[in-house]
């Protein structure tokens, strides 16, 4: 019964809606400010720092989208922090 | 000490100025004494749509520069005398103020205002700085659209950010037909996307347009609904405890009220 199909499985124009309505507010949210990013990224520099030696020119943080099972990408922070030494064990 | 409060949305065009002219006007109907600011220096709107656009002739800019005192530029309304619009400057632009001069105008009007009611321009850039920084609480403006809402969250974040969490949602040109027909985002669906108390549902209605057209805001219509939404908002602003109006009810009512008019209701 393939007409039954078309009448029922559509979604509403409000669902749909409501749907990329949500997607949207999650980026919109997650996005952190370069300002707020700056900060985290010194304060990243400082805790490493205090356990492997590490240069603030290649400390390499950023927001980024990962794809999820759902086929959903959701926002996430990656770093990339190349380490030129331990620091003396304790 | 009166109460400043700031009516904004992020998105233009969803119905700030409508609503800062119909909640001014209501308030000033129950008595209270209300002055209207135009934050959208530039491109004013609020003198239009009370009918005032010929009684302008100093603006905020000229207070703010003291070219006048604050009291020659306040215009008296039409309908009630105590209700004033503080008119902006049409060829100006929002960079001309400074968010603490804004806040001293703001200031003073408290002192002499029960309400004082800021009617804040589109975006979040300078004029949104300005508009918000006097005030005491916020009422957020969204249509039912997922481009509106999106705006104001935005909004809503800069507002907690700025620790002004008065705040309330307004949902203006909701249409109850196109929402019944899954057609439209319904309040439910906002308040769900939304971290936000509900004041107040306005419902999508062409009089407005004619309302604009005649400097007359629609809250001065008995019979009209969104004018009786906009009095039920005042009501709610000032602390009253009024239901939500059943948008329900609007066609029904046409439909029969047009059949008895042709049976010779005369």
Redesign the interface.
Known sequence: MEIFKIFFSKP????V??D???L??IH??ASISPDILDKIRDEIFNVLSKYVEIDSDDLDIRMTQVDNDNNESSPALIANIPIKNLKSRV | MGESIVITSGKGGVGKTTTTANIGTALASMGKKVVLIDGDTGLRNLDVLMGLENRIVFTLIDVIEEKCKLKQALIKDKRFNNLFLLPTAQTRDKNDITPEQMLQVVETLKEEFDYVIIDCPAGIEQGFENSVIGADRALVVVNP??TS??DS??VI?KLDAKGLENHELIVNRLNYEM?KR?????VN?IL??LAIKLIGVVPDDRSITISTNKGEPIVLEEKSKPGQAFRDIAKRIIGEEVPFMDLSESTTIDFWSAIKKVFGKK
């Open positions: 509403s124009a409000k669902d809606a409501k990329r309505l949500k949207i507010l919109d949210r | 659209e997922i809402v999106r969250d935005r974040g929402t899954g057609e439209m985002l319904d669906d769900d996307s």
